[in-house]
């Protein structure tokens, strides 16, 4: 049987077939913003090709096929969403508006130009109904159900699409908002309803209120979107199990997701940084920092001691949004990037982006602003020919009469306003690996890139001489990275429970009645997926912070017996994690507990991936052809090596280009390029991490063995 992964980004549409034989097939298709499940067929149909099957046949014979989409954090960033109404406590309506007096730290305390905060859900349709429940779980007032019917047919009336459920302490005792979300069904319909003790049952109104608020502004869009898809699927033939990425690095099924949409934001992003780990054995050892460029945006996440970051303190737009997330940064610069000239006459590259519909001008398809793609062409660094595998054949003259324009503006000629465009998108790029690094007390200097997306292998070289990175790993599947990390990914859920409680005073009890609660909600979430509980990986945390700390971290917990001493375990964890973040620890400060978290997990299938052939290191049988290329300001002509003729143990040196199907590899001057068991690309800088190209060529490259 098959497994396919399938990401669909602002301009493609990346399918990742893994056939019986452990052989990875890439197909790539142009995203189809109308309807995305058109362009999810449309690269299922190109698979099907290639395997010389009909659609139906070659859904017949797929197990598993795992679906990321930029669709709902697309949906929140561009206001696309429903009509968003919220019941609530009374007298709490505007704890969404009130924010807790926080602001987004992206935006300077001194820009005064900042507009006011405006909530995803306007303050005439936040309605507060009579209930009260004490921080115990003790109801004080009961539900006043009559006046949760009213507000939600006042809200239906006033043209409200979807509603957020969320009242006090509700993650403590949720009997209220379950019945009311229960009369907010019986008016709106099923899958119109959010409840914040579904979405994020820990403590923090704000965080809470508006995390659900999201959530149900997306939803509909979402669950519409999924419903076509798994209906499409399912009447072209597939039977199998379709699975979801989602924010915190795992996957789930359809039917789990519905209610829960916002954990689809950052659904592809998410999956990269597992791709890195999982392709980049050779780097075993190092830190690594993960570079996604694809068409619209360029995602990187910075990966310590083998664990993918995550964080509950994330910002989409404007909107706090408190779930469990990979902690990927992203900003707009990728292939279809527009170039522009600011107000001061400055050369600005995105956020805007030619999209999937037009795209960049060289693909004639109607763009006529000129695009990171377009100056790549021009460059020499992207075939014309030959762009994913030449399906596509790319226009010299429109991406030079689309730069020309622009040059005139800047006062230069094509080349070199392609060189700018190539410059400056690559000076942003390595703005946010630095921004990133830094802030985290990180010198990026002792990190290892791993590049991927269509466009990362182009610049990656360039980003890493920039930003003094000694070594770049380009994986073979690297224009399908996203892809494929959502092959190795588990399916799994976490859970939370928030108990607030000095470390000194809380009792142990109480906690292991959390865990087993949580354990006993996982396997119930498991069972139609036919995963028995004794087949479940749980990982135990807990958010712990210094009493009058205002921020906690998260540290493990044992998975033995909840005792006192399974507790003070945790108190030195907080410390030991304590000092690592913050380079300082204060264990004479009483500790507090905040919430308990628990991660459940099920295996994956085991992933294999085919070798290829060794040979030396003369790489020469591999060139293709030559082409004229940048290098330094001057056009020098470059040889072109055929990716799929490269074997394990070929060494390149710069200045030089690779082309693959999918994308291009591009060795600048200063770098040795080595083949490895996997057809997989080191780049080195000589001098830095293999001392000359004599050597580096002379160095046997070990085979490594892939494993999910």
Same mark, same amino acid.
């Given at each position: 049987?098959?497994?396919?992964?399938?990401?669909?980004?602002?301009?493609?549409?990346?399918?990742?077939?893994?056939?019986?034989?452990?052989?990875?097939?890439?197909?790539?298709?142009?995203?189809?913003?109308?309807?995305?499940?058109?362009?999810?067929?449309?690269? $299922?149909?190109?698979?099907?090709?290639?395997?010389?099957?009909?659609?139906?046949?070659?859904? @017949?014979?797929?197990?598993?096929? +795992?679906?990321?989409?930029?669709?709902?954090?697309?949906?929140?960033?561009?206001?696309?969403?429903?009509?968003?109404?919220?019941?609530?406590?009374?007298?709490?309506?505007?704890?969404?508006?009130?924010? !807790?007096?926080? !602001?987004?730290?992206?935006?300077?305390?001194?820009?005064?130009?900042?507009?006011?905060?405006?909530?995803?859900?306007?303050?005439?349709?936040?309605? =507060?109904?009579?209930?009260?429940?004490?921080?115990?779980?003790?109801?004080?007032?009961?539900?006043?159900?009559?006046?949760?019917?009213?507000?939600?047919?006042?809200?239906?009336?006033?043209?409200?699409?979807?509603?957020?459920?969320?009242?006090?302490?509700?993650?403590?005792?949720?009997?209220?908002? /379950? &019945?009311?979300?229960?009369?907010?069904?019986?008016?709106?319909?099923?899958?119109?309803?959010?409840?914040?003790?579904?979405?994020?049952?820990?403590?923090?109104? *704000?965080?809470?209120?508006?995390?659900?608020?999201?959530?149900?502004?997306?939803?509909?869009?979402?669950? @519409?979107?999924?419903?076509?898809?798994?209906?499409? $699927?399912?009447?072209?033939?597939?039977?199998?199990?379709?699975?979801?990425?989602?924010?915190? =690095?795992?996957?789930?099924?359809?039917?789990?997701? &519905?209610? &829960?949409?916002?954990?689809?934001?950052?659904?592809?992003?998410?999956?990269?940084?597992?791709?890195?780990?999982?392709?980049?054995?050779?780097?075993?050892? /190092?830190?690594?920092?993960?570079?996604?460029?694809?068409?619209?945006?360029?995602?990187?996440?910075?990966?310590?001691?083998?664990?993918?970051?995550?964080?509950?303190?994330?910002?989409?737009?404007?909107?706090?949004?408190?779930?469990?997330?990979?902690?990927? %940064?992203?900003?707009?610069?990728?292939?279809?990037?527009?170039?522009? +000239?600011?107000?001061?006459?400055?050369?600005?590259?995105?956020?805007?982006?030619?999209?999937?519909?037009?795209?960049?001008?060289?693909?004639?398809?109607?763009?006529?602003?000129?695009?990171?793609?377009?100056?790549?062409?021009?460059?020499?660094?992207?075939?014309?020919?030959?762009?994913?595998?030449?399906?596509?054949?790319?226009?010299?003259?429109?991406?030079?009469?689309?730069?020309?324009?622009?040059?005139?503006?800047? =006062?230069?000629?094509?080349?070199?306003?392609?060189?700018?465009?190539?410059?400056?998108?690559?000076?942003?790029?390595?703005?946010? +690996?630095?921004?990133?690094?830094?802030?985290? =007390? *990180?010198?990026?200097?002792?990190?290892?890139?791993?590049?991927?997306?269509?466009?990362?292998?182009?610049?990656?070289?360039?980003?890493?001489?920039? $930003?003094?990175?000694?070594?770049?790993?380009? #994986?073979?599947?690297?224009?399908?990275?996203?892809?494929? @990390?959502?092959?190795?990914?588990?399916?799994?859920?976490?859970?939370?429970?928030? %108990?607030?409680?000095?470390?000194?005073?809380?009792?142990?009890?109480?906690?292991?009645?959390?865990?087993?609660?949580?354990? %006993?909600?996982?396997?119930k979430e498991f069972a139609p997926l036919g995963v028995e509980g004794a087949d479940l990986t749980f990982a135990r945390s807990a958010e712990m912070r210094? +009493?009058?700390?205002?921020?906690?971290?998260?540290? #493990?917990?044992?998975?033995?017996?909840?005792?006192?001493?399974?507790?003070?375990?945790?108190?030195?964890?907080?410390?030991? &994690?304590?000092?690592?973040?913050?380079?300082?620890?204060?264990?004479?400060?009483?500790?507090?507990?905040?919430?308990?978290?628990?991660?459940?997990?099920?295996?994956?299938?085991?992933?294999?991936?085919?070798?290829?052939?060794?040979?030396?290191?003369?790489?020469?049988?591999?060139?293709?052809?030559?082409?004229?290329?940048?290098?330094?300001?001057?056009?020098?002509?470059?040889?072109?090596?055929?990716?799929?003729?490269?074997?394990?143990?070929?060494?390149?040196?710069?200045?030089?280009?690779?082309?693959?199907?999918?994308?291009? $590899?591009?060795?600048?001057?200063?770098?040795?390029?080595?083949?490895?068991?996997?057809?997989?690309?080191?780049?080195?800088?000589?001098?830095?991490?293999?001392?000359?190209?004599?050597?580096?060529?002379?160095?046997?490259?070990?085979?490594?063995?892939? @494993?999910?």
């Amino acid at each position: 049987m098959k497994r396919v992964s399938i990401d669909v980004g602002g301009t493609f549409t990346d399918c990742l077939v893994l056939d019986e034989a452990g052989t990875v097939h890439e197909f790539k298709v142009p995203t189809t913003p109308a309807d995305p499940a058109v362009g999810v067929l449309d690269s $299922l149909e190109m698979a099907a090709a290639a395997a010389g099957q009909r659609l139906g046949g070659f859904l @017949g014979d797929v197990e598993i096929l +795992i679906h990321g989409t930029t669709l709902a954090i697309n949906t929140l960033l561009t206001g696309r969403g429903a009509a968003t109404g919220m019941v609530t406590t009374e007298n709490f309506r505007d704890v969404i508006e009130m924010r !807790r007096g926080l !602001r987004d730290q992206r935006v300077s305390m001194f820009n005064v130009f900042v507009p006011p905060y405006e909530p995803l859900v306007p303050r005439r349709w936040r309605v =507060g109904v009579p209930e009260r429940v004490r921080y115990t779980g003790e109801v004080i007032q009961p539900l006043d159900e009559e006046a949760v019917r009213a507000a939600a047919n006042t809200l239906k009336a006033e043209g409200v699409a979807s509603v957020a459920v969320c009242f006090l302490y509700s993650f403590v005792n949720p009997s209220h908002e /379950k &019945r009311a979300a229960e009369i907010c069904q019986e008016v709106f319909g099923a899958g119109r309803v959010a409840s914040s003790h579904e979405i994020l049952p820990v403590w923090r109104e *704000f965080e809470r209120f508006s995390t659900t608020a999201v959530s149900a502004y997306v939803q509909p869009v979402v669950a @519409g979107y999924l419903d076509r898809l798994d209906a499409r $699927l399912r009447e072209g033939g597939f039977d199998g199990s379709l699975l979801m990425m989602l924010a915190n =690095g795992l996957v789930q099924t359809v039917d789990q997701c &519905r209610g &829960r949409a916002v954990y689809l934001l950052g659904s592809g992003p998410a999956a990269a940084p597992s791709a890195a780990l999982s392709l980049a054995e050779p780097l075993a050892g /190092k830190e690594l920092i993960s570079v996604d460029m694809g068409g619209t945006s360029f995602d990187i996440c910075a990966i310590r001691r083998g664990e993918i970051p995550t964080t509950t303190e994330s910002w989409v737009g404007d909107h706090r949004v408190a779930i469990k997330m990979v902690d990927v %940064h992203s900003i707009g610069a990728g292939g279809g990037s527009i170039a522009w +000239i600011d107000s001061l006459g400055l050369l600005r590259v995105g956020p805007q982006s030619a999209g999937a519909d037009p795209g960049p001008a060289c693909y004639d398809k109607g763009g006529v602003e000129p695009t990171v793609t377009d100056a790549d062409l021009l460059l020499g660094y992207v075939p014309a020919e030959y762009f994913l595998g030449g399906s596509i054949s790319l226009s010299e003259k429109s991406a030079a009469e689309a730069l020309g324009a622009l040059g005139e503006r800047l =006062g230069m000629g094509v080349e070199g306003a392609a060189q700018a465009i190539f410059e400056t998108v690559n000076a942003h790029m390595a703005d946010l +690996i630095t921004e990133v690094c830094t802030r985290r =007390g *990180f010198d990026v200097r002792d990190f290892a890139m791993v590049a991927g997306g269509g466009a990362g292998p182009v610049h990656a070289a360039f980003l890493a001489d920039q $930003l003094g990175i000694g070594t770049v790993f380009v #994986p073979s599947v690297a224009a399908l990275y996203s892809a494929f @990390g959502m092959l190795s990914m588990n399916v799994g859920r976490d859970f939370a429970r928030s %108990h607030v409680s000095r470390a000194d005073r809380i009792d142990p009890d109480a906690v292991a009645a959390l865990y087993a609660e949580m354990e %006993h909600e996982a396997v119930k979430e498991f069972a139609p997926l036919g995963v028995e509980g004794a087949d479940l990986t749980f990982a135990r945390s807990a958010e712990m912070r210094y +009493i009058g700390q205002f921020h906690e971290v998260e540290v #493990p917990l044992s998975n033995e017996a909840v005792t006192a001493a399974t507790l003070d375990g945790a108190v030195s964890a907080l410390h030991d &994690r304590h000092q690592d973040l913050y380079s300082f620890a204060m264990p004479w400060m009483p500790a507090q507990f905040l919430t308990f978290r628990l991660l459940a997990t099920a295996a994956g299938a085991p992933l294999e991936l085919r070798g290829v052939a060794a040979a030396g290191a003369d790489a020469s049988a591999a060139i293709k052809s030559s082409r004229r290329c940048l290098w330094e300001g001057r056009f020098e002509d470059t040889p072109v090596y055929d990716g799929s003729r490269l074997r394990a143990g070929n060494v390149i040196a710069g200045r030089a280009i690779v082309e693959e199907p999918t994308t291009t $590899l591009v060795v600048p001057r200063g770098f040795t390029c080595s083949v490895d068991a996997f057809r997989n690309y080191l780049l080195e800088r000589v001098g830095v991490e293999s001392g000359a190209v004599e050597a580096a060529a002379g160095q046997a490259k070990t085979p490594v063995t892939k @494993g999910g």
